[in-house]
């Protein structure tokens, strides 16, 4: 297989165009990635067992209530989802970033009841 210098290969056959890199590397006989849910999983509890709940509790508590004035975020997105008026994706995506960590916090509460850390 010749391959122009610069190009890296992505695939087998297969090289991108336009690549202008002195140093390039060869990718050859890729396989497709199978990504492990379990790993993953896994990966992710301990990361969450690794933060303690004062800090998550605190970091929930600031997101929740961010900003003060003159109303918060979460008020405001859940009066909007009251009246059928949460439909722009950036104040989906507010509410889910203010809740995220209070998501985390139950998460973590909920397998510790379980039991299954």
Do not use: W
Not at 51 to 67: E, F, N, R
Not at 110 to 117: C, D, I, S, Y
């Amino acid at each position: 297989m010749t391959i122009r210098p610069g190009c890296q290969v992505l695939f087998p056959n297969r090289t991108t165009d336009g690549c202008k890199k002195a140093n390039y590397s060869y990718f050859t006989n890729l396989e497709p990635v199978q990504v492990n849910l379990k790993f993953s999983k896994i990966i992710m509890y301990n990361f969450l067992d690794k933060i303690s709940y004062t800090q998550l509790a605190v970091v929930a508590i600031i997101l929740g209530l961010a900003p003060l004035t003159p109303t918060p975020h979460l008020v405001e997105k859940f009066i909007m989802l009251g009246e059928g008026r949460l439909d722009r994706p950036v104040d989906i995506l507010d509410l889910f970033f203010h809740l995220f960590p209070a998501i985390l916090l139950l998460i973590k509460l909920g397998r510790e009841r379980l039991g299954q850390q």
